[in-house]
């Protein structure tokens, strides 16, 4: 398959579909900043802003887990049978 044929292939996957791939399977470990922390993670207490901090989201993006250290996040996600990647 070529990469256009792929890219025309990719073209008609919703959104929806985007979010499914790897639920349950997969976990993201995404570097975010403690400014950010309410906007993904509602419920969490107030932060000092300006640290560096690391998200677990499932697939679809709901949140899992905050840590201070990536190697905690994968950690984390091996524990609950994911397989981690990270999001730059």
């Known amino acids: 398959m070529t990469k256009i044929e792929m890219k025309n292939e990719f073209d008609n996957v919703t959104p929806e579909a985007l979010a499914a791939l790897g ?5 993201y470990v995404k570097a975010i900043r403690s ?3 309410q906007r993904i993670f509602p ?6 802003p300006g640290l560096n901090l690391f ?4 697939a679809d993006g709901s949140p899992i887990m905050l840590t201070d250290t990536y190697a905690t996040a ?8 994911l ?3 990270s999001v730059h």
């Open 74 to 81: 994968v950690q984390n996600a091996w524990e609950h049978d």
């Open 43 to 48: 419920q969490a207490p107030q932060i000092a």
């Open 83 to 85: 397989v981690p990647v």
């Open 55 to 58: 998200a677990l989201l499932a």
């Open 23 to 27: 639920d349950g399977q997969v976990a």
């Open 35 to 37: 400014d950010d922390v």
